[in-house]
């Protein structure tokens, strides 16, 4: 594959029969208007300092680290539910919950390097968008394979043996957020798919098909669906990201309608806030992570016909009042009236990118200049696990959808 321009490449993504459908809504060609423009001159240089260092970087995947308390294989992902600790009333027992206090004995390498690969695929994939040059296709795809296609090294299509709790749980539902980190891996390689830019396109795609299946049809995977507050939401995400790559309407269409008649009236209080995510220890960042993951959906399943953006409640409910209460407040948090979070208060926000999509979608030019204020590539670990989108470039890719007035 040679150099790429733009127009060429939507070409490409246009003629997919699973990637995405272009409206007129951004018609227009100046930077200022277009999203795709706009992104690019601003985040050009990140994306490029990014995509240049990551193409050193040697796939990382699994099998590398194993932990003693994993039951599961050399290919299966393991991790341990964050706030649970040993009980010093009972040492050597099960362990005990302490909401939002980050155990850093549990074992984490896992999640790492599933951070690590949703840091590098997409940064390469942007940086092959902008360029059109095939060393960073050929790059993201070595990692693509490593993770999903090569038998050695290849992640097992399931996360039975995720958030695992010493002397309680084997692996639980909520494990399933993990996998989170895949959403924007999913649509890197959907673009890049498009684009005939990789190898073995089909065994990635088949191995995003079967831990859908999995995610859907499990009981682990089931109980994280049902999760009622920012886990059933990242469930959503997930499953309509791994549809889209793997064609799946159906369960696209499924996620549509679990926005509406779910996400939003059970999750959306009638003045914008996350009732169920104020309640927690990290009231903020929780707040915003959410937020994110819920704007996030819009921007992937929106259509013309479908505006997930335009979607109320009868009392009025839905992602324009969430972000007109979320706004302000990260704009300036010390107008925050809420509790502190008790872990890194001090290192939030970054660049939401529910900022860039909603205000695209809202033509809120006043929250595409916060988004443009804030931090596109945080270095504290906990604030990169909350922050799951970081290349909006890619998810300007398909036509913005306006809210209708």
Request: charged share 20%; hydrophobic share 40%.
């Amino acid at each position: 594959m040679g150099m790429t321009t733009r127009r060429e490449f939507f070409a490409l993504a246009g003629g997919a029969a699973t990637c995405f459908a272009y409206g007129s809504a951004w018609a227009a060609t100046d930077v200022d208007s277009n999203p795709y423009d706009m992104v690019a001159a601003i985040d050009r240089k990140r994306i490029l300092t990014n995509a240049n260092k990551y193409l050193s970087a040697e796939p990382i995947t699994i099998t590398a680290s194993h932990s003693d308390r994993s039951t599961g294989g050399p290919n299966d992902y393991f991790s341990e539910g964050d706030y649970w600790w040993p009980n010093p009333g009972n040492p050597g027992g099960p362990y005990i919950r302490r909401d939002g206090q980050s155990n850093p004995g549990n074992f984490n390498t896992h999640r790492e390097a599933l951070i690590r690969l949703s840091l590098i695929v997409p940064a390469l994939t942007a940086g092959w968008m902008l360029t059109g040059q095939k060393k960073y296709a050929d790059h993201a795809g070595k990692h693509l394979r490593a993770w999903f296609v090569d038998s050695a090294t290849k992640l097992n299509p399931n996360l039975q043996y995720a958030q695992a709790i010493f002397g309680v749980s084997k692996g639980r539902g909520t494990g399933v957020i993990d996998t989170l980190h895949l959403v924007e891996v999913a649509r890197a390689a959907t673009l890049l798919t498009a684009g005939n830019a990789i190898a073995d396109a089909k065994a990635v795609q088949d191995w995003f098909r079967d831990y859908l299946e999995w995610m859907r049809t499990s009981k682990n995977g089931q109980e994280e669906r049902d999760a009622s507050n920012n886990h059933g939401t990242c469930w959503v995400l997930q499953a309509g990201e791994f549809a889209r790559f793997t064609g799946n309407e159906e369960v696209m269409q499924w996620c549509r309608e679990r926005f509406r008649a779910t996400l939003v009236p059970d999750q959306i209080a009638a003045n914008g806030s996350l009732p169920m995510e104020l309640a927690r220890t990290k009231p903020y960042s929780y707040s915003l992570f959410d937020m994110d993951v819920l704007c996030g959906i819009a921007q992937s399943l929106s259509t013309e016909k479908e505006s997930l953006w335009s979607f109320s409640t009868q009392d009025g409910r839905g992602l324009r009042k969430l972000m007109e209460f979320m706004a302000p407040y990260i704009k300036d948090k010390s107008t925050w009236p809420f509790k502190h979070d008790v872990e890194y208060w001090d290192d939030f926000p970054a660049r939401n990118p529910a900022l860039l999509f909603s205000g695209l979608a809202y033509n809120q030019q006043d929250y595409i200049a916060i988004w443009k204020k804030l931090n596109p590539d945080p270095e504290v670990p906990e604030v990169i696990r909350n922050f799951p989108i970081r290349q909006p470039l890619l998810w300007m890719a398909r036509s913005g959808v306006r809210a209708k007035s």
